[in-house]
């Protein structure tokens, strides 16, 4: 159920509470108490249907994004993702218009500090509600989006209005539709300040199978992944979970360790290696997060054999 926090004032509409577009469904196992720092709490769409907020770690702070796919589709299955797809989706496709409305009008609470009227946001500091960036993210692959190229002309078009502070766009991508053409047409219009995070969470086919159950293979990914970087830096994303109680062998962090290396070696821009696990509960209880010095652990690998900056997060 929808929560009214705050009436309207100044022109802008009241903040809502809705962990969800439209109604909220049964929550999924364990989501009840864990959620209570900003950091920890899940997307929250403000009674929205394509256009949510979220304070990420990995964003340093308060992201504003666009659910590329309400229809939650992926070619990927992986066992650590969020999206729980039991229930049947609310939306079919985003709607273009209604998502820059959505947009104008979160940007406008964001800098207008109504986010602070968010339970979970009420003690975080000015810092965390600082907008960091614009996504391009959501319940699936934004890539297989059909109104790619609209969504990001659209987003840039708010932008280019300048009734806000400007605003960084960020890609969030699994790689495997980089070389799509609407994509590529879409990202034509990033800019240098622009970024797109691609996902890179193993090393062999044989692990990607068990972390991403993918419909691709992981060298296509890798070709994607260089073929962008070759043109504009890419950030990785490589999130190692917890999987039955196991940490990825140290074979296979070897093995992704070397996927690094020749990416860069054969050309690919790479400012950062961001190395996190899984944070928020998901459907499937085998899946958790990966202790702290693992990570740690990762990211000096990376940094000693790769020279690639590399944080965890
Ligand atoms: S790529 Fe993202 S949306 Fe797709 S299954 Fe994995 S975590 Fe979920």
New binding site residues.
Partial sequence: MQKLLTPPVDGLKPVLVTGTPGPSPPPMPGRSSAFTTAFGCPREFLGNRFVYVVISSRARGLSIGVNMNPDQR?D???P????NREPPVREKSLEVDVMAAELEETLALAHAGRLRDLPAYRQAPDELLKLRHVTLSG???PTLCPNFVAVVHTVIHVRALGKFPFFKIVLIT?ATGLDLPPVRQGLEFFTAQDEVWA?LDAGTQAYMNRV??PDCSLEKALANILSLARRRPVVIQSLFPLLNGCEPPPEEIAQYVQRLKELKERGAQIPLVQIYSARRPTPLSDCSHLPLRSLSRIAQTVRNDTGLKAEVF
């Fill in positions: 992926c990927f299955d992986c650590y993702c969020e999206v319940d699936g692959e699994n996902k991403n159950g």
